[in-house]
């Protein structure tokens, strides 16, 4: 069997597959007014383990939605073990089963860039309410670079394409996000605060070919670190 990064990452069921984990999006969210008034939309929420945390520090109510009924099964069993009641929606982000207008905050932790983004990014904009904020985690080149050096990145992480700073502000823009601003990772990960590490939630037998899976995502990253990077994208509707 042939199995992508993706299927890895739910099988391996890891919390916080997001550059910076947790940690990253307890800053990024702490710069916000996050209340029990709020509706939070964490779209391919994976396990879960944001949506967690956005429960349990502000109350506020938090839908998480995701494609792959692995990671949103683990999810559920976060939730209902944490007795947050979180509620779970199976279903992808570039058509997303809601109203138009309906949510305060939409986070999207690494996600976008694994879809069609000309339809998630409209979808984003579209469920935002008028006053609605849009934080999202996404991989960017640093420069543009040959089709023969994006192929192993674009094959192996099973995307598109790869955008730029500049680009992926261009798509946000057309979607009808006004105010968009960025921010980078300068925080390092505080290896002993185990609160904020990633966690794991194993499915039964994990097969070899996973684990080569986790060591080539580790290879390519290392290969590409001057050309990959990411940002945090701030879009207000
Ligand atoms: C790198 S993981 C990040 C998970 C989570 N946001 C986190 O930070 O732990 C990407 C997630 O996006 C989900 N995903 C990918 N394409 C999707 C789509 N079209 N609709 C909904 N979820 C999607 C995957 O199933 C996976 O859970």
């Known amino acids: 069997m042939e199995y992508t990064y993706l299927d890895c990452l739910a099988l391996f069921g890891v919390g916080g597959a997001h550059p910076g984990g947790l940690q990253l999006t307890k800053d990024m969210l702490s710069k916000e007014v996050i209340d029990e008034t709020k509706s939070v939309l964490d779209v391919g929420c994976g396990t879960g383990q944001t949506s967690a945390f956005l429960a349990k ?3 506020c109510d938090v839908t998480s939605i995701d494609s792959n009924t692995i990671m949103l ?3 559920k069993k976060r939730f209902s073990s944490l ?6 929606v199976h279903g992808s982000v570039e058509y997303l089963p809601f109203d138009d207008g309906v949510f305060d905050i939409i986070l999207s932790e690494s996600v976008t860039s694994f879809t069609n983004v000309s339809l998630t990014v409209p979808e ?3 469920v935002l309410k008028h006053s609605g904020l ?4 996404e991989m960017v080149i640093d420069k543009k670079i040959s089709e023969d050096e994006s192929k192993p990145i674009i094959d192996f992480y099973g995307i598109s394409q790869l955008l ?5 502000i261009n798509l946000f823009k057309q979607a009808g996000f006004k105010h968009i ?5 300068g925080q390092q990960f505080d290896e002993n605060n185990v609160q904020n590490a990633a966690d794991f939630s194993l499915s039964e037998n994990i097969d070899e070919e996973l684990i080569q899976i986790l060591e080539k995502h580790e290879q390519l990253t290392d290969t590409y670190k001057d ?4 940002r945090i994208f701030r879009c207000c509707v």
């Open 134 to 137: 849009l934080l999202a985690i």
């Open 227 to 230: 050309i990959l990077g990411y």
């Open 181 to 185: 601003s960025i921010d980078t990772f």
């Open 124 to 126: 984003y904009k579209r």
């Open 164 to 168: 730029t700073e500049s680009e992926w």
């Open 83 to 88: 007795q947050l009641p979180i509620n779970t």
């Open 57 to 59: 520090q502000y109350g």
């Open 73 to 75: 099964d683990k999810a």
